[in-house]
């Protein structure tokens, strides 16, 4: 089945720096993929989508450039955390889409877990 | 967003009894349903969808029913097993979401061996 990876699985790091966490899709080609919050024992979030080669569209209340989304490839996206501070840890989740339609299941990734101090 | 951040409810089962986790969504034009799976500190999992023109879907020991009129989604699961113990989430989706998926706040449901 479509199998999507992230890397890293859990990242601490010191308030003030940027933290990169990527997401790949390894045996497919995702259209559109998708960056999830979600804080412990709640639901996802959907923080923004990304669609390859595009810019990425931002739910309502994401600052855009403090959660930097880049989808340079059909398997590779990457979420920056720009200037981390304490609330923002958190897990972090990607999923990817092979297709456009509303009806095309996301694949998750394993999730990333940032603590920052 | 249709997102809900609320704390998760919780259901407690015995192993060997069916389990109920309901979901109730707000879009009325939300066509496309799916429930997942999630384990601790692991990512979603599908495991079973349906689409707004069916009422029932069912797949290996578990059973989705839709109901539209009041947009409330169950899941059943048959003869829970301890390694069904986990956080269960519904996500729907429609033409005025575009592709992305709105999630439901959840239930972590606990086997009881």
């Known amino acids: 089945g479509a199998v999507v990876s992230q890397h890293p699985s859990w990242v601490i790091c010191k308030s003030g720096t940027s933290v990169k966490i990527e997401c790949r899709s390894l045996?497919?080609?995702?259209?559109?993929m998708f960056w999830y919050r979600q804080f412990p024992k709640q639901s996802l979030m959907l923080m923004a989508t990304?669609?390859?080669?595009?810019?990425?569209?931002?739910e309502q209340g994401v600052e855009k450039d403090k959660f930097l989304i880049n989808h340079a490839s059909l398997t590779l996206s990457t979420l920056t955390v720009t200037s981390a501070h304490p609330e923002d840890s958190s897990f972090y989740i990607c999923?990817?889409?092979?297709?456009?339609?509303?009806?095309?299941?996301?694949?998750f990734g394993p999730g990333t877990r940032l603590t920052v101090l | 967003g249709e997102n809900v951040g609320l704390h998760l409810p919780t259901l407690s089962v015995q192993e060997g009894d069916n389990s109920i986790i309901n979901c109730a969504y707000s879009?009325?034009?939300?066509?496309?349903f799916i429930w997942y799976k999630q384990e601790s500190g692991k990512g979603p999992q599908f495991i079973i969808d349906?689409?707004?023109?069916?009422d029932k879907r069912q797949g290996q020991r578990v059973t989705v029913l839709l109901n539209k009129t009041v947009k409330h989604l169950s899941l059943q699961i048959a003869a829970t097993q301890p390694g069904d113990s986990a956080v269960y989430f519904c996500?729907?989706?429609?033409?005025?979401?575009?592709?992305?998926?709105?999630f439901g706040t959840g239930t972590s449901l606990t086997v009881i061996p």
């Open positions: 879009n009325s034009a939300s066509d496309y």
């Open positions: 045996d497919f080609q995702a259209t559109t």
């Open positions: 990304s669609n390859e080669g595009s810019k990425a569209t931002y």
């Open positions: 996500a729907e989706s429609g033409a005025n979401t575009g592709n992305q998926f709105y």
């Open positions: 999923s990817a889409s092979l297709g456009l339609a509303d009806t095309d299941t996301q694949y």
């Open positions: 349906i689409r707004s023109n069916m």
